[in-house]
């Protein structure tokens, strides 16, 4: 089984800061990884998938990168909205996929 | 408008069983894979179930085989998830969720509102 860790577990930052989220494979998983976002009583919303395509209606401020172990998300500069928990999820061992434990995002 | 609401959470006895429902509509739904995750109260998100589009291919996380079937009804625009021999371990906030991108609908790109399942005594 893949195993996803993020980090790190917590991020306080202000509006306005760039936000680095980290995604780590315990092994390789090409660029077959998301990244969602989910606020508190929301279901998950896609904002990455493979690794570095925004899904429909992203904006921006949010770019994915990286291939194999490593993953980034970035989310230039932060907007009041963008507080949240996110998730990497990966389906390099599809049919079987697997969530990260989620780095939450806070106002600092 | 693609829209995706559950049904069929509620509280349930260890040893239970409970159906889940899915309706969608705003989309074609005999056209895309479809899943269901799961969200423990306060932990993160699970990959349940999930089944290709005309039924024909259904792959289950480990602790669920042989206890929860995932199914469809295209006819309906609907999916179920039956859930036996229910655990406390099993409570959670269960999602059906739209697989899109890639091969195998390899990602998930609309989500419903979510049901709970408390399973307890």
């Known amino acids: 089984e893949i195993v996803l860790t993020q980090s790190p577990a917590t991020l306080s930052l202000s509006p306005g800061e760039r936000a680095t989220l980290s995604c780590r494979a315990s092994?390789?998983?090409?660029?077959?990884l998301a990244w969602y976002q989910q606020k508190p009583g929301q279901a998950p919303r896609l904002l990455i998938y493979?690794?570095?395509n925004r899904a429909t209606g992203i904006p921006a401020r949010f770019s994915g990168s990286g291939s194999g172990t490593d993953f980034t998300l970035t989310i230039s500069s932060l907007e009041p909205e963008d507080f949240a928990v996110y998730y990497c999820?990966?389906?390099?061992?599809?049919?079987?996929?697997?969530f990260g434990p989620g780095t939450k995002v806070d106002i600092k | 408008e693609v829209q995706l609401v559950e049904s069929g959470g509620g509280l349930v006895q260890p040893g239970g069983s409970l159906r889940l429902s899915c309706a969608a509509s705003?989309?074609?739904?005999?056209?895309?894979?479809m899943s269901w995750v799961r969200q423990a109260p306060g932990k993160g998100l699970e990959w349940v179930a999930n089944?290709?589009?005309?039924?024909?291919?259904?792959y289950y996380v480990d602790s669920v085989k042989g206890r929860f079937t995932i199914s469809r009804d295209n006819a309906k625009n609907s999916l179920y998830l039956q859930m036996n021999s229910l655990r406390a371990e099993d409570t959670a906030v269960y999602y059906c969720?739209?697989?899109?991108?890639?091969?195998?609908?390899?990602?998930?790109?609309?989500w419903g509102q979510g049901t709970l399942v408390t399973v307890s005594s």
């Open positions: 969720a739209r697989a899109d991108y890639g091969d195998h609908g390899d990602y998930f790109d609309y």
């Open positions: 999820q990966q389906r390099s061992n599809w049919p079987g996929f697997t």
């Open positions: 493979d690794a570095s």
């Open positions: 089944i290709k589009q005309d039924g024909s291919e259904k």
């Open positions: 092994q390789s998983v090409s660029s077959y």
């Open positions: 705003g989309f074609t739904f005999s056209s895309y894979w």
